[in-house]
């Protein structure tokens, strides 16, 4: 499995910015993917995650409202669309992928494909 994060850069506070993550190796019907994120001496973070097949999604509470997860099954692509965003949400965004699913959505430690990163920041 491959994943492929894209997307990240600078914004101001306020600003939008859409994260993609290409997916390839494998099917994915009974995945979940998702995105964590990583600040700086901070440890890996849940911030949202859908499964592939039937677009059930879950999201941390610090980005309901403002972030939104989406996927395109045939480009087998997934998106994170970043609004409202703030100082605190300044990080490394990593896309990860779990096969089969798994009820601990929410635990890094559950993700065995983790895609390179992309650098979010958000200045004020």
């Known amino acids: 499995v491959q994943l492929q994060a894209s997307g990240g850069g600078l914004v101001q506070v306020g600003g939008s910015l859409r994260l993609s993550c290409a997916a390839s190796?494998?099917?994915?019907?009974?995945?979940?993917l998702g995105w964590f994120r990583q600040a700086l001496e901070s440890e890996r973070q849940f911030v949202a995650v859908?499964?592939?097949?039937?677009?059930?999604?879950y999201y941390a509470d610090s980005v309901k409202g403002r972030f939104t997860i989406s996927k395109d099954t045939a480009k087998k692509t997934m998106y994170l669309q970043m609004n409202s965003l703030k100082p605190e949400d300044t990080a490394i965004y990593y896309c990860?992928?779990?096969?089969?699913?798994?009820?601990?959505?929410?635990?890094?430690?559950?993700?065995?494909?983790w895609g390179q990163g992309t650098q979010v920041t958000v200045s004020s």
């Open positions: 990860v992928a779990r096969c089969p699913h798994t009820v601990a959505y929410y635990s890094a430690d559950q993700y065995g494909y």
């Open positions: 859908i499964k592939w097949s039937g677009g059930t999604r």
């Open positions: 190796g494998r099917t994915f019907s009974d995945c979940t």
